[in-house]
């Protein structure tokens, strides 16, 4: 069922990382992943991937704790953003217009949402160069463009509402083999894409990874020869592999503060207004690995995620999750 949008996101658009030292982290981001930098500040590191023409799809800003600061979508209009305030204060959230406090970024509205993720709404970002035909600039993972954000939430039913409210649709998800076809996990989108925001059981609310488009399956294999040749084998997580949900070649890795960044490809077109959304057992062992090398999954990939600080930047406190995937091993 589509749900009117109370105003209209377009996509995920960036993500704001605390993290401990910036030269440490301009050296992975940039210097290994292959992220470009487009602008510096004392206490910020604002990036793009090969695809953008806006100021920045990644905030790296420097703090005592591995943390969340923000997660950001793109609204249509200026309109938008005001649209935005309104509901989530109708919604009786903390909002709050936020400006000049990113590089780059024109008026935006962060809000406490009701399951506990600061999100902000813009519009307005400074144009850039795209890089797309760079090659001479392009290396390690060449990362396109940000392609969605998976957060860990208790109550992935109460998520799906929430989410399904702002008008985002619903692509794949993961039910158990009940009566009530119990939601376990979901894929949402607003780009026609697999998904800009992904629901994963846990404790919650957290922020378990960013996904990273890039070009093809070479760009994630080169990047473990990159990383591995580099001194930064212990990056790697998870993969590479494909996914069952999304059909998605991919890899884990963590960053030197512990952000857990996919890089993702080759997922598929989802904006027929016919689409079916796809469903998946919570006992098909090819849900989360259609094949890889890391089966049953490392604990960490269940286990660890970034936490996700309030409008005032105190940690969001966490609830235990009301239902648990089962991590299931390839017999």
């Known amino acids: 069922m589509v749900t009117e949008a109370p105003f209209d996101v377009v996509r995920a658009a960036h993500a704001e990382l605390v993290v401990a030292d910036l030269d440490r982290s ?4 940039v210097d290994v992943l292959g992220f470009a930098l487009t602008e510096r500040t004392d206490d910020a590191l604002y990036l793009r991937a090969m695809e953008d023409t806006h100021h920045h799809a990644l905030v790296l800003r420097v703090g005592p704790e591995p943390v969340v600061g923000h997660l950001a979508f793109r609204v249509r209009t200026p309109a938008d953003v005001d649209l935005a305030a309104a509901h989530f204060e109708r919604l009786g959230c903390e909002t709050r ?11 935006a509205v962060r809000v406490l949402d009701p399951l506990g993720f600061t999100i902000e709404f813009f519009h307005e970002m400074t144009r850039t160069e795209r890089l797309l035909q760079r090659f001479d600039l392009q290396r390690g993972a060449q990362p396109m463009r940000i392609d969605h954000l998976n957060i860990q939430v208790p109550d992935v039913q109460r998520g799906f509402d929430h989410w399904s409210s702002l008008g985002f649709l619903l692509t794949e998800y993961i039910a158990e083999d009940d009566e009530a076809d119990t ?11 697999v998904h800009d925001v992904a629901l994963t059981p846990g404790v919650g609310p957290r922020l378990h990874h960013i ?9 994630v294999l080169r990047t473990t020869d990159v990383l591995s040749a580099g001194g930064h084998l212990s990056a790697v997580e998870r993969g590479p592999g494909r996914h069952g949900v999304s059909n998605a070649f991919y890899l884990y890795i963590r960053d030197p503060d512990g952000h857990r960044i996919e ?8 904006g027929d207004p016919d689409f079916t959304p796809v469903r998946w057992s919570v006992t098909d062992v090819q849900r989360r690995s259609f094949w890889g090398d890391s089966v049953p999954v490392p604990e960490s990939w269940w286990a660890e995620s970034s936490t996700i600080c309030d409008l005032d930047g105190e940690p969001v406190p966490t609830q235990e999750p ?7 091993a390839v017999g």
């Not at 217009?97 to 008026?107: K, N, S, T």
């Not at 890089?263 to 989802?270: K, N, P």
């Open 183 to 193: 939601l376990v996990a979901a894929w949402l989108r607003r780009k026609p894409t």
């Open 211 to 219: 996904g990273i488009w890039v070009a093809d399956t070479d760009s």
């Open 26 to 29: 301009q050296r992975f981001y």
């Open 263 to 270: 890089l993702y490809t080759y997922d598929y077109f989802t």
């Open 322 to 328: 009301k239902l648990v995937e089962p991590q299931l």
């Open 97 to 107: 217009i936020v400006e000049g406090v990113e590089a780059g970024q024109g008026p």
